[in-house]
Antibody, heavy 116, light 108 residues
Framework: QVQLVQSGAEVKKPGSSVRVSCKAS????????ISWVRQAPGQGLEWMGG????????TYAQQFQGRVTITADKSTRTAFMEVTSLRSDDTAVYFC???????????WGQGTLVTV | EVVLTQSPGTLSLSPGQRATLSCRAS???????LAWYHQKPGQAPRLLIY???RRATGIPDRFSGSGSGAVFTLTISRLEPEDLGVYYC?????????FGQGTKVEIK
């Protein structure tokens, strides 16, 4: 069973950047992948992008291209998501999700609240 | 981008009743790339169904997924009080993965 643990809540000023981490433990690591999903207050889920650790290549939702960077450190099995040029409407809970099959979100982090 | 539209917006039912949630895609997708999630207030979502109809580990058999083409359904055969929350469908068949806007299930 994969466990995902995210970094803590952040408070940021408009125009700044934020970096959230997601550390994985357990699993077989064969096709291991992590996606980032955000949820604005009272709103639904929005896929931001994801990365497969073996390949290290990230894909992004079009609306986040250029402002979001997803990376992974294979040695520590940690994924990172950075958002630049923060705006007030980036205030949301950011979840990491994924596991041994990158397409199946069968494991979720606890969520990280980012307040801008 | 594949847009997923869920209906109804809110479903209010009594325990023991059957719940039918719909997810309609803006274009045809393979059912093997369709998943359903359940989110309770203040919690992370939980995977219920993937591959259109495969129950995730630990999910009771009162949950079932079906559908093909552009119309998919999540059925909860007998509602339990703990089934309250918001249900989301998600497609991962294109390069741009998307979620539906959610259906809120209320327990009377």
């Amino acid at each position: 069973q994969v466990q995902l643990v995210q970094s803590g809540a952040e408070v940021k000023k408009p125009g700044s950047s934020v970096r959230v981490s997601c550390k994985a433990s357990g699993g077989t690591y064969k096709n291991f992948g992590i996606s980032w999903v955000r949820q604005a207050p009272g709103q639904g889920l929005e896929w931001m992008g994801g990365i497969i650790f073996v390949f290290g290549l990230a894909t992004y939702a079009q609306q986040f291209q250029g402002r979001v960077t997803i990376t992974a450190d294979k040695s520590t099995r940690t994924a990172f998501m950075e958002v630049t040029s923060l705006r007030s409407d980036d205030t949301a809970v950011y979840f990491c999700a994924g596991g041994d099959d990158a397409e199946i979100f069968d494991n979720w982090g606890q969520g990280t609240l980012v307040t801008v | 981008e594949v847009v997923l539209t869920q209906s109804p917006g809110t479903l209010s039912l009594s325990p023991g009743q059957r719940a039918t949630l719909s997810c309609r895609a803006s274009q045809t997708i393979s059912s093997i790339y369709l998943a359903w999630y359940h989110q309770k207030p203040g919690q992370a979502p939980r995977l219920l169904i993937y591959g259109g109809s495969r129950r995730a580990t630990g999910i009771p058999d009162r949950f079932s997924g079906s559908g093909s083409g552009a119309v998919f359904t999540l059925t909860i055969s007998r509602l339990e009080p703990e089934d309250l929350g918001v249900y989301y469908c998600q497609q991962y068949g294109s390069s741009q993965w998307t979620f539906g806007q959610g259906t809120k299930v209320e327990i009377k």
